[in-house]
C-alpha cells in the first residue's frame, strides 16, 4: 500500500538519477521529488519534470495501488510508442523512444 506524503518540486543542488527513465538529472535543474511511505517504509523518488508530466498525461498513476515503477513506465512508453509509430518497430533506444512519445504526448496535437 503506498501513501504519498508529498510531491514537490525542487532545484537539483546535485545530479540526481531520474527513477523512471534512469537519465541524469542535471544540477540546477528543477525535478520532481515524490516522498512516501510504501508499506510503513520511507521513500523518495525523484524524477524529470517532464517524465511525471508523461505519466500524468498516459494515467499511469491509476493502475492499482502499488505506485508506479519505473518496470511499467519503461512498459507503458514501449506500448505507446508502438501505436504512435508502429513502423519503427522498438529499433531505437529506449531514450530515444522516451523522447518521442514525450514529444507527441506533452507537445504534440491530440487528435
Ligand atoms: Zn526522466
Known sequence: MIEVLSNEKHKARKEHV???????????????RQDGKFDGDWYTVKTHISCSELAVK?????????????????????EKFEELLPEFEMKTTFRSRLDV??????FGEES
Do not use: A, P, W
Open 58 to 78: 498516459l494515467d499511469m498513476y491509476d493502475n492499482g495501488e502499488d505506485g508506479l515503477t519505473n518496470h511499467e513506465f519503461r512498459d507503458i512508453v514501449n
Open 101 to 106: 512519445v514525450k514529444m507527441q504526448v506533452l
Open 18 to 32: 531520474c527513477y523512471f527513465c534512469g537519465d541524469t538529472i542535471k544540477k540546477g535543474t528543477v525535478y520532481n
